[in-house]
């Protein structure tokens, strides 16, 4: 078999196998690109009062406790804690994907919305259906997508290395 009729073989093959992984990644890594100008997909970052930063982590568990739509009961619940002291807030993402965002000078309740970057990253990596199909998947699909680079490549130099 030559060359460019086998390369042409995995080129086609390899397109079909991997179209719906791309597919999925294509998409959820476009609306990872937005994800700051869209408050859809994740929540703009708030302003505190500007005050001293006084509040301690067991009133910053407190204040979660009391947003129902967090579902947060114990530090269990909770995910991260994404501290801004630049901003002088703090924002609490608990596992229910809600994030709720803090002043550090007050205590007040700045922001309280549902984040989806987080579901979309995890759709895009591939964790979000399984945690092997990362490896078993997303991966092999990445080695098949730079064969495809490479005989892409190839195939488009082809009638130009010919009329060398």
């Not at 982590?57 to 619940?77: C, K, N, Q």
């Amino acid at each position: 078999m030559r060359v460019s009729t086998l390369n042409r073989k995995i080129h086609r093959w390899g397109a079909i196998l991997t179209a719906l992984p791309v597919l999925i990644i294509v998409l959820s890594g476009m609306l990872l690109q937005l994800k700051k100008e869209t408050n859809w997909i994740q929540p703009p970052t708030c302003k505190s009062s500007g005050g001293p930063l006084v509040i301690g982590f067991d009133r910053i568990l407190e204040i979660a406790s009391g947003i129902p739509e967090a579902d947060v009961s114990s530090w269990d619940d909770i995910d991260r804690l994404d501290m801004r002291p630049g901003r002088g807030i703090v924002k609490v993402r608990p596992r229910s994907r809600w994030e709720i965002q803090i002043d550090m000078a007050t205590g007040e309740v700045l922001q309280v919305a549902y984040r989806r970057s987080d579901i979309i990253e995890s759709i895009h990596d591939g964790t979000f259906f399984h945690s092997a199909v990362k490896l078993w998947v997303f991966l092999p699909v990445a080695v098949v997508i730079l064969a495809l680079w490479c005989t892409g490549i190839y195939l488009f130099l082809l009638p130009h290395l010919r009329r060398r």
